[in-house]
Structures are given as C-alpha cells and as structure tokens.
C-alpha cells in the first residue's frame, strides 16, 4: 500500500506563494506520474497538474497554466507544486495522486488545505 503526504498548505494573501509537497513511501520511478488535484467547498475534485516521473512531463489545467509549476525529485520520492500568484479561486484542499499505468490512480494523500485571501 503506497502512502502519499502532502504538506505545504496554508493561508496566504492574494498574489502569495505556496510551495506543496507530495512524499511518497516508495520508489516513485515504479509509477507513471504523480499528479495534483484540488476541490473547493461545494464543488467536485478537479484535475491541477501532474508530470511523468520518467521524463518529466508536464501537464497543467489552464486554470493555473503560468502560475503554477509541478516538478519531482525522483531521489526523494517527492513531488512538488509551486503555486504563485495566488487567488480566492485557489482556495481548496490540494491532494496528490499516483497514477498507475492500467488502474487508474489507486493511492491518494490525506489532502492540504490552501486558503487564499482577497
């Protein structure tokens, strides 16, 4: 059973900076990509980011495309989402989620909650 721990969140001012992380307790090379998903109150999880953890591809929602960068460190087991230029429609519980070629994304973090203020 992979576990993932997300940490990072907060409360910041709009136009703030976050930086989330997503550790996992295995060899992140063994999956395909580890992604971010975010859901505000009231509205269902959405897709934010995600990369390959082989090449390193990336892929953003063009919610937060320009304002957010999602990176990984391999080595440390550990993805990473830069979250710049903060708005209210930020504000959500951000999860990461392996995705495992064939079934889907398993294993999901316990969530972090980001709150941005106007």
């Known amino acids: 059973q992979v576990q993932l721990v997300e940490s990072g969140g907060g409360s910041v001012q709009a136009g703030g900076s976050l930086r989330l992380s997503c550790v996992a307790s295995e060899r992140t090379s063994s999956f395909y990509s580890m992604d971010w998903f975010r859901q505000a109150p009231g509205k269902e999880r959405e897709f934010v980011a995600a990369?390959?953890?082989?090449?390193?591809?990336?892929s953003y929602a063009d919610s937060v495309k320009g304002r957010f960068t999602i990176s990984r460190d391999n080595a440390k087991n550990t993805v990473y989402l830069q979250m710049n230029r903060l708005t209210p429609e930020d504000t959500a519980v951000y999860y990461c989620?392996?995705?495992?070629?064939?079934?889907?994304?398993?294993?999901w973090g316990q969530g972090t909650q980001v709150t941005v203020s106007s």
């Open positions: 990369i390959t953890l082989s090449a390193g591809i990336t």
């Open positions: 989620a392996v995705y495992v070629s064939g079934q889907g994304y398993p294993y």
